[in-house]
């Protein structure tokens, strides 16, 4: 009996995890709706405009995929979108053909930097904070 109460508390705590991430997501692409980027689209313009620590704004695809909570094939997709927009750039790495580099353009820092207080609010209207 003892295991089938842990495993229904488990059930339920994982069920209220989904719940907050569907909630926070909808939440965010409705805030975000307007400025034609959904909650996936920001978490990628935003992990590309953190990931210049030495001004190479350059980021392998491949680094990105275990930080989105994306495929590989869907991350590559969305990438595809957003380069047709203008917000990203995709090169080849020069020491490893297979390697695809993304970084944002200047639409898409400018983008982010508009949207960013943006999703920081719906975050926290989602999360209560």
């Not at 980021?59 to 927009?85: D, F, K, M, P």
């Not at 080849?92 to 983008?111: E, I, K, N, S």
């Amino acid at each position: 009996m003892a295991g089938t109460t842990d495993e229904a508390r488990l059930e339920e705590r994982w069920r209220d995890i989904l719940a907050v991430h569907a909630r926070t997501q909808g939440e965010i692409d409705r805030a975000l709706h307007p400025y034609g980027v959904g909650a996936s689209d920001f978490e990628v313009l935003d992990l590309l405009a953190s990931a210049a620590p030495a001004r190479d704004e350059r980021c392998r695809v491949q680094n990105l995929v275990g930080r989105v909570h994306l495929s590989q094939s869907a991350l590559s997709r969305l990438i595809a979108r957003l380069e047709r927009h203008g917000l990203v750039e995709r090169s080849t790495c020069p020491t490893d053909r297979r390697g695809v580099y993304v970084q944002l353009t200047a639409r898409g820092r400018d983008l982010h930097a508009e949207t960013l207080p943006v999703q920081r609010a719906a975050l926290a209207r989602a999360l209560g904070d």
